[in-house]
């Protein structure tokens, strides 16, 4: 099935700074979006992006749909500790059910 | 707003027994899709239903199967279960077949003994 490619796993960082993570493929996708989980919850959408090079924000958050339709990246500004978090990309390839991508690991340190 | 609704929240089964997840789309969504979320992993897609009727197929096991009734509620349905199974199993809904934005319940844990 479609792979999609996450990165970083894993980011530890100090309050206040800022955070960037993206996700590739290796085929088009027509639709990215990014979701939050916290532990023992739901995903939680945060931002859907649907046109190439669409850049979207949502509060501290920003993220862009590829010009190449391959990739995304979100970015979270000013980090709080509620920010900790597992954050996926998820992508359509067509009109299918979303594919998710390994996740994010988010640890935000006061 | 209303959300997602699944339950129970927490099941736990012996090998071989079966089990049956239930989740309520939230209203006028006519989509629901399974997945299935091991721990650490990213959610595996298992199935979906547009307007009551079966869409995609995903990684759902033979020993799985699911149905979605008039009231567009979904029930997951697992049979003989094996430890493996054991994992949080998210409904979610969205209003149109595939459009991307999906909305999630909170999940069913399940743990198999």
């Known amino acids: 099935g479609q792979q999609l490619n996450q990165s970083p796993q894993s980011m530890f960082i100090q309050e206040g700074e800022d955070v960037s993570m993206n996700c590739t493929s290796s085929?088009?996708?027509?639709?990215w979006l990014w979701y939050k989980q916290d532990p023992g919850e739901g995903p939680v959408l945060l931002i859907a992006?649907?046109?190439?090079?669409e850049l979207t924000s949502n509060g501290r958050l920003t993220a862009q749909f590829g010009i190449t339709r391959k990739d995304s990246f979100l970015n979270i500004s000013a980090s709080i500790p509620s920010d900790v978090g597992i954050y996926f990309c998820?992508?359509?390839?067509?009109?299918?059910?979303?594919?998710f991508g390994k996740g994010t690991r988010l640890s935000v340190i006061a | 707003a209303a959300g997602v609704i699944q339950s129970p929240r927490h099941l736990i089964k012996e090998k071989r027994e079966t089990a049956t997840l239930k989740c309520y789309p939230i209203?006028?969504?006519?989509?629901v899709y399974w997945y299935q979320q091991g721990p650490g992993q990213d959610p595996q897609f298992l199935i979906s239903?547009?307007?009551?009727?079966?869409?995609d197929k995903g990684s759902i096991p033979d020993r799985f199967s699911a149905q979605q009734f008039s009231d567009y509620h979904s029930e997951l349905n697992m049979s003989s279960l094996e430890l493996g199974d054991s994992a949080l199993y998210f409904c979610?809904?969205?209003?149109?077949?595939?459009?991307?934005?999906?909305?999630f319940g909170e999940g069913s844990r399940l743990t198999v003994l």
């Open positions: 209203p006028r969504h006519d989509t």
């Open positions: 992006l649907y046109k190439a090079g």
């Open positions: 998820a992508g359509q390839p067509g009109n299918t059910p979303l594919v």
């Open positions: 239903f547009y307007e009551k009727m079966q869409s």
């Open positions: 085929s088009i996708f027509n639709t």
């Open positions: 979610a809904s969205s209003l149109g077949k595939n459009t991307g934005e999906l909305f």
